[in-house]
């Protein structure tokens, strides 16, 4: 079974400064990874995917992934933040094998980004 | 651009009611899912449908049930309803050839 850990439930950091939310996984299985966001009161949104190929993934919004097969991360960075990205963000992991799409989600952080 | 409309955005049940939870995609998708989502636990899959009229559970099945009577409709229902069940509540669909969800915009119930 796959699982996904955010190491970090809440993040606090001040405007333009860079950031990184930490994600790890676990799987016996080649795996697709994913980083959502959820600003209040809306649903999630896709923030950026590893599917295959180059292991830095940029996204939506000036953030990026690195895919770690050996560490098993897929961390979330932004070297400059601003207000707005104050939101949850959720990392999440499916197999590849499961056509159906699957996603194990972590436990969420919260970016609290301060003037 | 996918719409995933679920029905409402705020509910307010009786303990013991059963409830329904709408969920609608326009996009033709095979696929969607209900998700809890609580603080500090995440997202948590309750039960997830890849065709009409199949259903499977998912990691918290207990006290739910769905229904996909049309590929673009699944309903998720709570067949008593109780405290516990108190939770901000989320929809997603998506095709075989896509690797991410949609999601709806959740519908936040509280149980009293």
């Known amino acids: 079974a796959q699982s996904v850990t955010q190491l970090d439930s809440q993040v606090p950091v001040f405007e333009e400064a860079p950031v990184e939310l930490r994600c790890n996984y676990s799987s016996s299985v080649s795996v697709y990874l994913f980083w959502y966001v959820q600003y209040p009161n809306q649903g999630l949104q896709l923030l950026l995917k590893?599917?295959?190929?180059?292991?830095l993934v940029k996204g939506i919004n000036g953030f990026e992934a690195e895919f770690n097969k050996s560490q098993t991360s897929f961390h979330l960075r932004k070297p400059s933040v601003h207000i707005s990205d104050t939101a949850e963000y959720f990392c999440a992991v499916r197999t590849v094998s499961d056509q159906g799409g699957k996603l194990i989600f972590g436990q969420g952080t919260e970016l609290s980004v301060k003037p | 651009d996918v719409k995933v409309t679920q029905s409402s955005r705020y509910l307010v049940k009786r303990t013991g009611e059963k409830v329904f939870l709408e969920c609608v995609q326009d996009m033709d998708h095979e696929n969607m899912f209900w998700y809890r989502q609580d603080p500090g636990l995440g997202l948590r899959l309750i039960y997830f449908s890849y065709d009409v009229k199949m259903k499977e559970k998912g990691d918290i099945p207990e006290g739910y049930s769905v229904s996909r009577e049309k590929k673009e409709r699944f309903s998720l229902i709570l067949e008593s309803a109780s405290t516990n069940q108190t939770s901000m509540y989320l929809c997603?669909?998506?095709?075989?050839?896509?690797?991410?969800?949609?999601f709806g915009s959740g519908t936040r119930l509280t149980v009293v």
């Open positions: 997603a669909s998506t095709a075989y050839t896509n690797y991410g969800y949609t």
């Open positions: 590893y599917l295959s190929g180059s292991t």
